[in-house]
């Protein structure tokens, strides 16, 4: 079964609104989580580390003040687009190691993101 | 900083064949894991291979196996007797061995099934 639930699958959006994308483990605790963003027909390209009870880590170029990221739980990270423009269109997909099979990662569904 | 290349963007075999994919990586660091996960129409990132650094032996599963060579850093994946499900996007990635650190993936292997 899922070991990485997230949600929703698919959202679409009006600019200027924020939406906001939910990862859960199940079954097991994650202190850390990772986000990515996924281009049409390219690779898996990290924006942030979520660290359960402290501030996220940002890659280098990514907008911290735009995607907000909460990792309130050990067993959920939400990350928010704020003030979604067209150009935030993409495929998000988050990822959890799993603390007793330390060399996987396990990762969501995806989701599937369209600003209009 | 650790870098994965993938220096082929597109790839075909027929079907029954065999194809080999290439990966390349770049650190300095001694423990590491290499993976290769294959990305279907769905975009649900599924683990075809894994490959602990500290181990010499090829990982093999069924018909998917690498050749793993740490000093060349090089990391290639070989599919036998392809199969029309085999379509997929493949990705090699890399993982340090710290606690909980990032997978870096290289940008991808289109493989296409030749009925």
């Known amino acids: 079964g899922a070991v990485v639930s997230q949600h929703p699958s698919w959202v679409i959006c009006k600019s200027g609104t924020s939406v906001k994308i939910e990862c859960r483990s199940l079954?097991?605790?994650?202190?850390?989580m990772f986000w990515y963003r996924q281009f049409p027909k390219q690779s898996l390209m990290l924006m942030a580390t979520?660290?359960?009870?402290?501030?996220?880590?940002?890659e280098q170029g990514v907008e911290k003040d735009k995607f907000l990221i909460n990792h309130a739980s050990l067993t959920l990270s939400t990350l928010t687009v704020t003030s979604a423009h067209p150009e935030d269109s993409s495929f998000y997909i988050c990822?959890?190691?799993?603390?007793?099979?330390?060399?996987?990662?396990?990762f969501g569904q995806g989701t599937r993101l369209t600003v209009v | 900083a650790q870098t994965v290349t993938q220096s082929q963007p597109e790839m075909s075999v027929q079907e029954a064949e065999t194809v080999t994919l290439s990966c390349t990586y770049d650190?300095?660091?001694?423990?590491?894991?290499l993976f290769w996960y294959k990305q279907p129409p769905s975009r649900q990132m599924i683990l075809v291979i894994r490959?602990?650094?500290?181990?010499?032996q090829n990982a093999t599963e069924n018909r998917f196996s690498v050749n793993f060579q740490k000093a060349a850093k090089s990391f290639s994946l070989k599919i036998s007797d392809s199969q029309l499900g085999d379509a997929a996007m493949y990705f090699c990635?890399?993982?340090?061995?710290?606690?909980?650190?990032?997978?870096?993936f290289g940008k991808g292997t289109r493989l296409h099934i030749l009925p």
């Open positions: 979520s660290n359960e009870g402290s501030k996220a880590t940002y």
């Open positions: 990635a890399y993982r340090s061995a710290r606690r909980n650190d990032k997978i870096i």
């Open positions: 490959q602990e650094a500290y181990k010499q």
């Open positions: 650190t300095s660091e001694s423990d590491y894991y």
């Open positions: 079954d097991f605790q994650a202190t850390t």
């Open positions: 990822s959890v190691i799993h603390p007793g099979r330390g060399t996987e990662a396990f």
